[in-house]
């Protein structure tokens, strides 16, 4: 029986996926279990992990082998468990006696930056720009008035700025979770003091599109794409999300709301209909399969989509451990499928593998 570990950072992340996926495990012949990087002994290399016991809901404690087959949810911070974890996990990766799902996807710089060099997905990618200095900001308002700044390593929203030059003064807006907050800058000394703050860490800087509807509400369409059991890419979800009204940010840990793609779809106009339409298909036609080549393998991609003022189509953002609660909460009915395609996936590999095997030796 083959083993598919379930690898987060703590024992209790997304606790009711991993429950679901455990659930549905023995129908696929696959033995499923969930363990933290943490958990495998550097000596023996047996992992202490839980198994969970279907009757009761609960996680038990077992000591197997590394799984041969790992779903990688770990999620960094800044903090001491995330360096941790790390080098851990990038072992793991070259460990010949199991595979990984799907890698992660670098920071996204890299991954931008890679994206704005192919001339097929350049259209989509808004001009994005790595941030060193101060000086590299402000020029950049100067010609453009506003901008967005959002930290190269961040996800949820957080971090993300808007920047905006006005006659008297600079501000700069962003969300402490719900609430909106501004700072103002009336000269240039205070804001460069704050900019090199911000630059702390690392960041990015992008145009600042309209994202807001007619209520002004800013919106971005989520499409959950992942690997078939052939290996083929497939949209298996979409979300419209919506933020707070007059805020900045769409995406969930922001609060927002999810609404049905079809049901927003309807109500765009007919002429934005063709655009959107024909843009997503370039988009997940050509998206998926260059950043697999780039760094892959993957499993799923959670693709962020915006629709801005101006009519035109812009990819965001590119999540390699995608959630799945803006899916879920519009189309409920794809939680079966949601929560098998792991297994699917893992067999597919498993699959290929043994044919591979089979094959005679070439001379
Ligand atoms: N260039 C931009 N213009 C306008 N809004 C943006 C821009 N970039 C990001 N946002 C807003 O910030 C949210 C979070 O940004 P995103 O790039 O998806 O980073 P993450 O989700 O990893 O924090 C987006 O969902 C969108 O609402
Ligand atoms: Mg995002």
Same mark, same amino acid.
């Given at each position: 029986?083959?083993?598919?570990?379930?690898?987060?950072?703590?024992?209790?992340?997304?606790?009711?996926?991993?429950?679901?996926?455990?659930?549905?495990?023995?129908?696929?012949? $696959?033995?499923?279990?969930?363990?933290?990087?943490?958990?495998?002994?550097?000596?023996?290399?047996?992992?202490?992990?839980?198994?969970?016991?279907?009757?009761?809901?609960?996680?038990?404690?077992?000591?197997?082998? @590394?799984?041969?087959?790992?779903?990688?949810?770990?999620?960094?911070?800044?903090?001491?468990?995330?360096?941790?974890?790390?080098?851990?996990? %990038?072992?793991?990766?070259?460990?010949?006696?199991?595979?990984?799902?799907?890698?992660?996807?670098?920071?996204?710089?890299?991954?931008?930056?890679?994206?704005?060099?192919?001339?097929?997905?350049?259209?989509?990618?808004?001009?994005?720009?790595? @941030?060193?200095?101060?000086?590299?900001?402000?020029?950049?308002?100067?010609?453009?008035?506003?901008? $967005?700044?959002? =930290?190269?390593?961040?996800?949820?929203?957080?971090?993300? *700025?808007?920047?905006?030059?006005?006659?008297?003064? $600079?501000?700069?807006?962003?969300? *402490?979770?719900?609430?909106?907050?501004?700072?103002?800058?009336?000269?240039?000394?205070?804001?460069?003091?704050?900019?090199?703050?911000?630059? +702390?860490?690392?960041?990015?800087?992008?145009?600042?599109?309209?994202?807001?509807?007619?209520?002004?509400?800013?919106?971005?369409?989520?499409?959950?794409? +992942?690997?078939?059991?052939?290996?083929?890419?497939?949209?298996?979800?979409?979300?419209?999300?919506?933020?707070?009204?007059?805020?900045?940010?769409?995406?969930?840990?922001?609060?927002?709301?999810?609404?049905?793609?079809?049901?927003?779809?309807?109500? $765009? =106009?007919?002429? +934005?209909?063709?655009?959107?339409?024909?843009?997503?298909?370039? *988009?997940?036609?050509?998206?998926?399969?260059?950043?697999?080549?780039?760094?892959?393998?993957?499993?799923?991609?959670?693709?962020?989509?915006?629709?801005?003022?101006?009519?035109?189509?812009?990819?965001?953002?590119?999540?390699?451990?995608?959630?799945?609660?803006?899916?879920?909460?519009?189309?409920? %009915? +794809?939680?079966?499928?949601?929560?098998?395609?792991?297994?699917?996936?893992?067999?597919? *590999?498993?699959?290929?593998?043994?044919?591979?095997?089979?094959?005679?030796?070439?001379?």
């Amino acid at each position: 029986m083959i083993t598919l570990g379930f690898m987060s950072l703590s024992r209790q992340h997304e606790e009711d996926y991993a429950a679901e996926l455990a659930k549905r495990a023995p129908d696929f012949g $696959i033995r499923f279990v969930r363990f933290t990087p943490f958990d495998i002994s550097p000596d023996t290399l047996r992992v202490k992990a839980l198994a969970h016991h279907p009757s009761s809901g609960k996680w038990n404690e077992t000591e197997i082998n @590394i799984p041969d087959f790992i779903y990688d949810r770990c999620f960094y911070g800044k903090d001491s468990h995330s360096h941790k974890a790390k080098p851990i996990v %990038e072992w793991l990766k070259k460990y010949p006696k199991t595979e990984f799902l799907g890698f992660g996807l670098p920071d996204k710089w890299a991954v931008l930056n890679d994206l704005q060099q192919n001339p097929l997905i350049n259209p989509y990618i808004p001009e994005t720009i790595q @941030i060193t200095k101060y000086e590299q900001i402000y020029s950049f308002l100067l010609k453009e008035k506003t901008c $967005i700044l959002k =930290p190269a390593f961040g996800s949820g929203g957080r971090g993300v *700025i808007l920047l905006e030059l006005g006659k008297k003064s $600079i501000t700069a807006t962003y969300h *402490i979770g719900k609430n909106k907050q501004t700072k103002s800058f009336s000269n240039q000394v205070s804001f460069k003091t704050w900019c090199k703050k911000v630059l +702390q860490h690392r960041y990015i800087l992008q145009p600042y599109l309209n994202i807001q509807d007619k209520e002004r509400y800013p919106r971005d369409i989520r499409i959950l794409m +992942q690997k078939n059991e052939s290996g083929s890419w497939e949209t298996v979800g979409k979300a419209v999300r919506r933020g707070y009204q007059n805020g900045l940010l769409a995406n969930l840990s922001g609060g927002s709301d999810a609404l049905k793609f079809d049901t927003w779809f309807q109500e $765009i =106009p007919k002429k +934005q209909q063709v655009i959107l339409l024909d843009d997503v298909f370039s *988009i997940t036609q050509s998206v998926p399969y260059f950043l697999d080549e780039q760094y892959g393998p993957l499993f799923e991609l959670g693709l962020d989509i915006c629709l801005a003022k101006d009519g035109r189509i812009w990819l965001l953002d590119i999540n390699s451990k995608p959630g799945r609660k803006s899916i879920l909460k519009v189309s409920p %009915e +794809q939680k079966e499928q949601l929560c098998t395609s792991p297994f699917k996936r893992c067999l597919g *590999i498993h699959s290929s593998r043994e044919q591979k095997g089979a094959l005679p030796h070439e001379s």
